[in-house]
């Protein structure tokens, strides 16, 4: 059974960092792109990052250039978003998502979701 599972979001004040994980199981992330989205309150789910099969990485908001990265660990089938200096704007749900072609910052572009996971930032 093919799952993505998040983890890693909670509160942190303005300028602190979180790494969200995202775990996936059913299915290896050497044949998938794995892409990062967020929803924030009362805005439509957006684009954040993408690891290729390859292993390439994007980012599709500038907001997250040169503040998130995003990388993979093969060996725990487990992609990683590290956020730095994060800013109240950040706050949001963030999902992680997986398809089989490359990345792609269109959300029907995925098959595979995770739940999602908070992420506050607020002083």
């Known amino acids: 059974q093919l799952q993505l599972v998040e983890s890693g979001g909670g509160l942190v004040q303005p300028g602190g960092s979180l790494r969200l994980s995202c775990a996936a199981s059913g299915f290896t992330l050497d044949f998938n792109a794995i892409g990062w989205f967020r929803q924030a309150p009362g805005k439509e789910r957006e684009g954040v990052s993408c690891?290729?099969?390859?292993?390439?990485?994007?980012y599709h908001t500038d907001s997250a250039k040169g503040r998130f990265t995003i990388s993979r660990d093969l060996a725990k089938n487990t992609v990683y978003l590290q956020m730095n200096s994060l800013k109240p704007e950040d706050t949001a749900v963030y999902y992680c998502a997986a398809r089989s072609g490359y990345c792609s910052a269109n959300i029907p572009d995925y098959n595979y979701w995770g739940q999602g996971t908070q992420v506050t930032v607020s002083s």
């Open positions: 690891i290729s099969r390859r292993g390439s990485s994007s």
